[in-house]
């Protein structure tokens, strides 16, 4: 029977396996980074507008610190879990080694829902969450970000929060903060610059050419409506978008510009003009060339796999297709990029960002993309040749680098004591 859900750390752990075992890792090894290393489950009140106090849950998990300090996103959301979390910060170990950034993998959330707080009382939710979690974090230990429905104000509560504790202003302690309190040039859009890179190399590959290519998204949030943008840039035609409202499509071509203004305006795409209404379900099943899930886990799965269209899937989101959709897709000829090395773009620049924080020194943007473009396009062909090496697809290649390099890492330091 098809399965459309996984539980997302299970998926991860499945994924980890498969690695570990054409890796050939010993049974110590594999317990190790089976495991998270860390995991804190916090439970805090915060007043309300009204003068009531609710109670709310959440985390901050760190997967592997063997590579460096932890790094990881801050997600606000009601489908928050404990799995979530610890699966997202296993991803985030693999995606800091699979591009080579020196950072450890872990993830952050709060379960609420953002959309029904005012600005006071999420700047309380945010700064008692991060007093909460300051038992864990630090510039030199475990530095957050933003994820899903987070932003730059958000971090910059947080970073505050941290310092007041300490007296004195740690920016280093924060990424994908605000340019005025050490925020990076480019952060915003990191993501899916990475995106975009990754596409463009693996459209060379295939022999696609960006003009002839159209282009479906699910996701508009940061991530999805950037690479949206930047997918246009460089010649896609994008015939299809998403937000949680569901699709807008038109066989002849969105104009992004328009749908951002559009989707700002009214809160959400439904109703842009010159397209047509589909579900998000129906979304992912659009002709088109080029796939981008940027939304949630679990989108493309055994019961939808067969039918879809795309020739190359682009995962702007982590763990949009299961390990079962995944054969599926792949035994089809569908190529796909993974997570970790799609995706990858924000942490690097999240790293960029640590780096100048921590020196004292900022880059310019131009610096920022340049080295961003380095990176991401060195990892590709990297993990490119791997999976031509080991006769295998771009998860396994990208998978089999960055486990290989966190065990390593892991092997070197030792079990203490």
Not at 307 to 313: F, G
Not at 338 to 360: C, K, M
Not at 371 to 392: F, G, H, N, W
Request: hydrophobic share 45%; with cysteine.
């Amino acid at each position: 029977m098809a399965i459309d859900f996984m539980n997302p750390y299970d998926m991860a752990v499945a994924q980890f396996d498969e690695a570990a075992d054409r890796l050939g890792l010993s049974q110590a090894m594999r317990a190790i980074l089976r495991k998270p290393k860390r995991e804190l489950i916090v439970n805090f009140p915060v007043r309300m507008d009204n003068g009531d106090v609710e109670m709310f849950t959440g985390y901050r998990v760190q997967h592997n610190i063997n590579r460096g300090p932890a790094k990881g996103g801050i997600r606000f959301s009601p489908e928050v879990s404990l799995d979530e979390v610890r699966a997202l910060a296993m991803w985030m170990t693999w995606k800091c080694a699979v591009v080579g950034i020196p950072f450890g993998g872990a993830k952050g959330g709060v379960i609420c829902d953002p959309h029904k707080l005012s600005r006071a009382e999420l700047e309380r939710l945010s700064r008692r969450y991060a007093t909460e979690i300051s038992i864990l974090i630090g510039p030199d230990s475990d530095i957050p970000a933003p994820d899903m429905n987070t932003n730059p104000q958000i971090m910059a509560w947080m970073m505050d929060t941290f310092s007041m504790h300490m007296g004195y202003s740690i920016p280093a302690v924060i990424t994908g903060k605000p340019l005025a309190i050490g925020g990076s040039e480019g952060r915003l859009e990191a993501t899916a610059r990475g995106v975009q890179f990754v596409t463009r190399e693996a459209m060379l590959d295939l022999g696609m050419l960006p003009e002839d290519c159209s282009v479906v998204v699910q996701g508009f949030g940061n991530v999805g409506s950037i690479s949206a943008r930047l997918l246009r840039e460089l010649g896609c035609k994008v015939v299809a978008v998403s937000d949680i409202s569901g699709g807008v499509y038109n066989a002849h071509g969105i104009d992004i510009h328009r749908a951002l203004r559009y989707s700002k305006e009214h809160g959400s795409l439904r109703g842009l003009p010159e397209t047509e209404s589909i579900s998000n379900a129906e979304l992912l099943e659009l002709p088109c060339d080029i796939l981008v899930p940027a939304a949630l886990e679990n989108q493309i799965t055994a019961k939808n796999a067969s039918r879809i269209k795309a020739r190359l899937v682009v995962e702007a989101a982590n763990g949009p297709t299961t390990p079962e959709a995944d054969r599926i897709l792949i035994d089809r000829g569908v190529m796909i990029v993974p997570d970790i090395l799609a995706n990858a773009g924000g942490v690097t620049v999240s790293y960029f960002e640590w780096v100048q924080d921590l020196q004292r020194f900022f880059w310019a943007e131009h610096e920022i993309n340049d080295r961003l473009e380095s990176i991401i396009t060195r990892a590709y062909r990297a993990v490119r040749a791997k999976a031509d090496e080991q006769d295998t697809n771009l998860r396994m290649g990208a998978y089999l680098l960055a486990v290989a390099r966190v065990a390593e890492a892991t092997e070197i330091r030792g079990v203490y004591p």
